[in-house]
């Protein structure tokens, strides 16, 4: 059929490696998304910390 329509034949083997290599690609941009949306997370609440000012010292005599 691929032949009739003038297109590549690839082996069977070929394309479940192929498929097996875009799913581990997908879990990968999947986990490095993720990463992403937590780090801007962070960097949200850092700017937010930082714009609020230093905590004061504790009250003297304080156990910290």
Do not use: F, I
Not at 1 to 13: I, K
Not at 23 to 52: F, I, P
């Amino acid at each position: 059929m691929a032949v009739q329509a003038d297109e590549e034949v690839v082996a069977a083997s070929r394309v479940r490696e192929l498929e097996a290599r875009v799913r581990d690609l997908e879990r990968l941009l999947g986990r490095k998304t993720l990463e992403v949306e937590v780090l801007k997370e962070a960097l949200t609440v850092a700017r937010v910390n930082k714009a609020a000012g230093p905590l004061p010292p504790p009250p003297a005599g304080s156990s910290r």
